[in-house]
């Protein structure tokens, strides 16, 4: 039986051979100060909110008005805020790993955008500053990530475009 | 000019199954009988056909973008098709674990059939965004 183990030379060898793809893969520390503000800017504003609706639905924090009294909106917020967990998470992976980001940004950016109308055709009637400012404020603020999150899938730099600049 | 495409039969089959699809959705909406609110809760069938209003507006606007955008564009049609099937996913979980207890179908043979292909139709779309990212095409 041949002896086929590497030496420590040849083991080292191959470490070396592959630094250059791990610096590669993690790109997101190259990225500019623009796509850093944003991508922290969503993250915090998703986080907040669902934050906030966790902290009120289990008696935690007093949420000011009705917000959560509506049977209908808190079931559609709680299963909302577990789905869109699931994305920034998935979101936060490939931004630091470089795997299809922008194929996460337009499948957020589609969701977002359906919960947008979903909340505007079945929640409009609902909706007030005065007695509901939490669940009103995230539902009118929503767009304003749909200009985030296209603004962020076009000033993310691949590996590839920096090879072409 | 649909060989020009360099697409699999397979392609072909479940976009035809998606138009047949969206074409029954429209049909179905079109159709609806006054006698879908005499249900238990009306408000719950009213929420839907609100939703299901706005979903067919879209279809409709699909159905005519989508050979255009096919035949113009191989870069554009991925992503319309990946785009496509995002927003046909998110409306099968908003549907069912979402919005569940906000909305209520009618229980018409032509809606139940609808709601049950779904998956299938979903299924039609991830073929067609594989297909179209990952297989090779030759610009003539």
């Known amino acids: 039986m041949s002896d086929n183990r590497l030496n420590d030379n040849e083991i080292s060898a191959l470490l070396q051979a ?11 520390l190259k990225q500019s100060t623009t796509f850093k503000a944003l991508l922290i800017s969503i993250n915090i504003y998703f986080f907040s909110f669902v934050s ?12 000011p008005g009705q917000a959560l009294e509506n049977e209908g909106l808190r079931s559609a917020l709680s299963a909302r805020s577990h789905v869109i967990f699931w994305i920034l998470s998935i979101l936060n992976i490939s931004a630091y790993f470089n795997i299809g980001f922008r194929t996460v940004c337009l499948t957020m950016f589609i969701y977002v955008l359906n919960t947008v109308i979903d909340n505007i055709v079945l929640f409009y009637e609902l909706l007030s500053f005065e007695h509901r400012p939490y669940v009103t404020s995230f539902v009118f603020s929503l767009p304003l990530t749909l200009v985030g999150v296209v603004w962020m899938g076009i000033v993310f730099q691949n590996g590839v475009d920096r090879e072409e600049t | 000019m649909i060989k020009k495409l360099q697409l699999s039969n397979l392609f072909w089959i479940s976009l035809a199954i998606n138009y047949l699809f969206a074409i029954m959705v429209v049909y179905a909406f079109l159709t609806v009988p006054d006698t879908i609110f005499d249900i238990e809760n009306p408000e719950h069938a009213l929420a839907a056909f609100k939703l299901t209003y706005v979903r067919a507006v879209i279809v409709t606007f699909v159905l005519i ?40 179908y009618p229980s018409r043979g032509l809606v ?29």
């Open chain 1, 18 to 28: 592959f630094d250059e793809v791990n610096e590669t893969n993690a790109s997101s």
């Open chain 1, 52 to 63: 906030i609706y966790f902290l009120s639905v289990n008696g935690l924090i007093d949420t």
């Open chain 2, 112 to 140: 139940v059939f609808l709601q049950a292909v779904r998956p299938i139709v979903i299924a039609c779309l991830i073929w067609m965004s594989f297909e179209l990212t990952f297989k090779n095409y030759k610009k003539h």
């Open chain 2, 65 to 104: 973008a989508y050979p255009i955008v096919l035949f113009k564009s191989r870069k554009y049609i991925t992503l319309f098709t990946f785009g496509l099937t995002a927003w046909v996913v998110a409306l099968y979980i908003d549907d069912n674990l979402v919005l569940y207890r906000l909305i209520e």
